[in-house]
């Protein structure tokens, strides 16, 4: 988390804190599907989120699913203050492949960065390496970058600029 945290920071310049946090998922779990509900765990996440903060991104190790998708890696409103992002899908004993921590770990970094840019009010980006560009699959994500484009990161600087300028800079 150290790592991951340490380039949020680099992406966003906002200071960054991890937290930890116990919340019953059996609430959120749907038998139908064995997968767990991301609309409802992002509402509470939301619900859970420190008034100091300006984003918060729930990070979970559960499967999530929203009901037009068979699964999602994460979620985040557009302009808005949380999302949720899981570890699930992204590893690679998922897919029947040999473990690796160090590249599960650089894709949960760029779905962390990729939310957070959600919520700076980022959409998707066609730039191939863009972190902003969407992904289907976890092949997609390590076609990516942990970077915006020159584009997105000056609709980011703008972003940054408005949120800072109209005091309401808080923590991440
Ligand atoms: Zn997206
Ligand atoms: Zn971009």
Same mark, same amino acid.
């Given at each position: ?7 949020? +920071?680099?992406? =966003?310049?906002?200071? !960054? ?16 599907? +064995? ?9 509470? !996440? ?9 984003? %918060?991104?729930? &990070? /979970?190790? !559960? ?13 985040? =409103?557009?302009?808005?203050? %949380?999302?949720? !992002?899981?570890?699930? +899908? ?32 980022? %959409? ?23 970077? /915006?484009?020159? %584009? ?8 940054? +600029? ?9 923590? &991440?």
């Amino acid at each position: 988390m150290d790592i991951i945290m340490a380039d949020i +920071r680099k992406e =966003f310049q906002f200071p !960054v804190l991890f937290k930890e946090c116990s919340i019953d998922l059996s609430n959120f779990y749907d038998p139908g599907r +064995r997968q767990y509900n991301a609309n409802e765990l992002l509402g509470k !996440v939301a619900e859970l989120s420190s008034p100091n903060a300006l984003k %918060t991104i729930g &990070l /979970f190790k !559960v499967d999530l699913f929203i009901p037009i998708l068979t699964y999602i890696f994460g979620q985040a =409103f557009l302009n808005g203050n %949380t999302g949720i !992002v899981s570890l699930y +899908r992204l590893r690679n004993e998922h897919y029947g492949l040999e473990k690796d921590e160090k590249l599960q770990l650089e894709r949960f970094k760029k779905v962390i960065i990729h939310e957070l840019g959600h919520s700076f009010g980022l %959409t998707h980006c066609h730039n191939p390496v863009c972190i902003m560009r969407s992904s289907t699959y976890v092949e997609d994500i390590d076609q990516k970058d942990h970077h /915006f484009c020159h %584009t997105c990161k000056s609709l980011l600087d703008e972003k940054r +600029r408005e949120l800072i300028g109209s005091n309401k800079h808080k923590r &991440l």
